[in-house]
């Protein structure tokens, strides 16, 4: 059984959902892939613990502290390889940038390959569930194009912004999203 609530924000609406014990789900408005892991539908249930938990956790995101992701019980829901590349975007530290290339070198040590593409740690990034929490805002392209953000670019420079990142060599792209 799966729960959900709201939580208003600076970047808009954000859903929380979560199994009971952890979070499985923080979308933003609109997000693109929004809830798609979650193959029942989500009960509406604003007094739990681990909501709680998570709006604090959330209220000092936003007042520009710089909460700890361990703070939190999360429970993400995908494949083995995708959960590999959401633990790499929880060690991009606060105020930092990471390409892809380089979560995908990660990716092949942690694999024994020679190589990973791209494109499919792009994949999993653009598939995370829990948005802010599991900082996939915080990955560009290797020229420093804003690209790939589920959320929404607009929302994206938000939260880069909010963080204090230096965007003077990030762009955002003029067409597409390849990475």
């Known amino acids: ?8 924000s600076p970047v808009g609406l954000i859903t929380l959902a979560c199994d009971g014990d952890n979070i499985v789900g923080v979308w933003n408005e609109g997000q693109k892939y929004h809830g798609a892991d979650i193959s029942v539908e989500m009960i509406e249930k604003d007094d739990m613990p ?25 429970a993400p829901i995908g ?9 790499i975007l ?11 290339g380089d979560i ?10 020679e190589m990973m593409s791209s494109q499919a740690v792009g994949g ?8 802010i929490i599991i900082p996939c805002h915080r990955v560009v392209g290797a020229n420093g194009s804003l690209t790939g953000y589920a959320g929404g670019l607009k929302t994206k420079v938000k939260l880069l912004e909010l963080e204090g990142v230096d965007m003077s060599r990030l762009f955002v792209p003029t067409k597409g999203t390849a990475l």
């Open 79 to 87: 494949g083995e390889f995708w959960k590999s590349v959401w633990t």
């Open 50 to 74: 681990v909501f709680d938990a998570v709006k604090k956790w959330l209220d000092r995101y936003f007042a520009g502290k710089k909460p700890a992701i361990s703070e939190l019980t999360l």
């Open 104 to 113: 995908a070198k990660k990716m092949a040590v942690k694999m024994n390959k």
């Open 1 to 8: 059984m799966y729960y959900r609530t709201t939580y208003p």
């Open 90 to 100: 929880c060690e991009i530290p606060y105020g930092e940038i990471t390409t892809y």
């Open 124 to 131: 999993a990034v653009g598939h995370n569930p829990i948005s």
